[in-house]
């Protein structure tokens, strides 16, 4: 199963970094958050990333091109320009790396990928957020609902999204951002149909926390998996210091592997 990772926007919040790179490519412990996210996916198994570019993308592109190189000790031979890679500890990933526009909104970057996902189920989720999902629990909890989208539902301290909850955890209602404290909220980590693409109907203007997410609510193909443990965005320079301190601690609570 393939996993998209949204890291195109812009990251405004951010702008202490972002001015120099785009939000996803911002470090914790000297890695950017991007390859936090797919080392929680790749612990479970799942190494083929597609990832939605868009600002700056040319800052990943260049960063997972080298990638190999970086993760390696190499002899570099001036004479006849070859290079021997030795000891590589490089991941093993497979990343599509994709261009989905400066001003795409996220259900536009999602539809831009539809063609690298094909007729398949897959993971989705945003290039700013960590946690200590249990990925195949998450999976499976999704193919017994039978939903089109499963999300994390999380409980934040800050203000997000609300999502309306039934006994049965089917989402009977999405709204983004709204004022008020204690509301489960989107966290990303979804998995998804493909009959997600029928809801993306406005294009590169489609913004999937509103129209797509709304209707799936409506049409009760919306399931919420109500995640209780680790879970941090990166939307400011408060956050960044929080997740590098605890990155520094003992036990960072989103480092599920080894």
Not at 32 to 40: E, G
Not at 64 to 74: A, G, P, T, V
Not at 113 to 142: A, R, W
Not at 204 to 225: C, G, H, M, S, V
Request: glycine content about 8%.
């Amino acid at each position: 199963m393939k996993t998209v990772i949204l890291a195109g926007g812009l990251g405004t919040r951010l702008s202490e970094e972002t001015d120099l790179k785009p939000k996803p490519m911002v470090e914790i412990g000297g890695k950017p958050i991007l390859w936090h996210i797919m080392k929680i996916y790749s612990y479970y198994g799942y190494n083929d990333f597609i990832i939605c570019c868009g600002y700056k993308s040319y800052y990943i592109k260049d960063y997972f091109y080298h990638y190999y190189m970086h993760s390696s000790d190499i002899t570099v031979d001036l004479i006849s320009n070859q290079i021997t890679y030795h000891n590589s500890d490089s991941e093993p990933w497979k990343i599509t790396l994709v261009d989905t526009g400066l001003n795409t909104m996220t259900g536009g970057r999602i539809k831009r990928v539809q063609k690298y996902i094909g007729n398949e189920s897959f993971m989705l989720t945003y290039g700013d957020g960590v946690g200590n999902i249990n990925i195949p629990v998450l999976i499976d909890f999704h193919k017994k609902s039978k939903k089109i989208v499963t999300l994390t539902a999380v409980l934040p301290d800050g203000k997000f999204g609300a999502l309306n909850l039934n006994k049965a955890d089917d989402i009977t209602e999405f709204t983004e951002k709204p004022a008020g404290d204690g509301s489960w909220i989107n966290g990303g980590f979804f998995v998804c149909q493909p009959e997600i693409f029928d809801y993306i109907q406005n294009g590169d203007n489609t913004i999937f926390e509103r129209e797509p997410l709304e209707n799936l609510a409506k049409d009760n193909q919306l399931k919420a998996y109500r995640h209780t443990g680790f879970w941090k965005p990166m939307d400011t320079l408060k956050q960044k210091l929080e997740l590098n301190a605890l990155w520094n601690s003992d036990n960072p609570p989103w480092k599920v592997w080894k």
